[in-house]
């Protein structure tokens, strides 16, 4: 783990619950990142995470990115990206509606 910045997430995370190495870590994050991709592209917007910076990049398709660090800060800076209320669990809402 690295000192300076705490990268790779902390542990404690609920969505790390039961993971036992950092190799574990890694393929959470990634797999996060992918479905926050499917989520988001009926939004106009994408989730990148590369697996070094300490967090996930938001992005619109349009241009214009936002860098999260944590998974509760990620709907928050959906909303202001897209200027409007989003409910990830709301199917009919996920296709640009």
Do not use: Y
């Amino acid at each position: 783990m690295c000192t300076a910045c705490g990268f790779p997430a902390r542990p404690g995370i609920w969505t790390e619950a039961g993971l036992e190495g950092p190799g574990d870590r890694m393929r959470a994050r990634f797999r996060r990142a992918q479905i926050l991709r499917e989520v988001l592209r009926g939004q106009g917007l994408t989730a990148h995470d590369d697996g070094q910076t300490a967090g996930v990049q938001i992005a619109r398709l349009s241009g214009g990115a936002q860098i999260v660090g944590a998974v509760p800060e990620i709907w928050p800076a959906v909303e202001a990206m897209l200027g409007r209320p989003f409910d990830p669990l709301d199917l009919a809402g996920t296709e640009g509606g």
